[in-house]
């Protein structure tokens, strides 16, 4: 079946360091992908998605890029600040009637000043 | 506007029990999920309600159930609680042909 592999964390890095959090999947047909964020305390954020291959999703200086020749969609950033700490998952969804959306394990990731 | 508001925010139950956790989705929002997170794992799809029907279920057993209703909030229910069913129960609404999914704060279920 259908399932999404993301780098094991704990991830820590200084402020203003490069972030990359990789991520792999395995689906039949052509899943859309997303990257959710959950920051301390509070519920699941859609922080970008991509919807078909070479797409690529962006939003507050992350970003990650539709592979389907490598299966993957790694998350990027140039410059973490103190403020992007939280747990990072990947997840797809397998599209038209598979609404479901399947998940990685969670990535933490800590920003020291 | 409201988010996707759940309730209760917490609960503690006796092995065996029954529970039951709400949700009401975004305003707009007419198609809900439920998920069941563990600590440390990556939540695991539990089913979808879309116009009063459930549209898609992942591997749960019959144990959990649900419901939606007119207004389109919902209900998960879980009959004769185990240890392991302790997790935080997540609810998600959406657009039904949307992947825009807004997630609650999520529901914490201790079973003891």
């Known amino acids: 079946g259908d399932s999404v592999t993301q780098m094991e964390g704990p991830v820590t890095l200084s402020e203003e360091a490069f972030l990359t959090i990789n991520c792999t999947y395995t689906?039949?047909?052509?899943?859309?992908l997303f990257w959710y964020v959950q920051y301390p305390g509070e519920g699941l954020q859609l922080l970008l998605k991509?919807?078909?291959a070479d797409d690529k999703g962006s939003n507050k200086g992350f970003e990650a890029t539709y592979r389907k020749e490598t299966t993957s969609f790694h998350l990027e950033k140039g410059s973490v600040q103190v403020s992007d700490s939280a747990v990072y998952f990947c997840?797809?969804?397998?599209?038209?009637?598979?609404?479901?959306?399947?998940w990685g394990l969670g990535t933490s990731l800590a920003v020291n000043p | 506007d409201a988010g996707v508001t759940q309730s209760p925010t917490h609960l503690i139950k006796t092995r065996g029990q029954q529970v039951t956790l709400r949700c009401s989705p975004k305003s707009g929002h007419d198609t809900v999920s439920w998920y069941q997170q563990a600590l440390g794992q990556g939540p695991q799809f539990i089913f979808q309600y879309y116009e009063e029907e459930e549209r898609q279920r992942g591997n749960f057993p019959d144990r959990f159930s649900g419901h939606q209703f007119p207004n389109y909030s919902s209900e998960l229910n879980v009959n004769a609680l185990l240890l392991g069913d302790s997790a935080l129960y997540l609810c998600?609404?959406?657009?039904?042909?949307?992947?825009?999914?807004?997630f609650g704060s999520g529901t914490r279920l201790t079973v003891v």
């Open positions: 689906a039949t047909g052509y899943p859309s």
């Open positions: 997840a797809l969804s397998g599209g038209g009637n598979n609404r479901k959306l399947i």
């Open positions: 998600a609404s959406s657009l039904s042909d949307s992947y825009g999914y807004t």
């Open positions: 991509a919807t078909k």
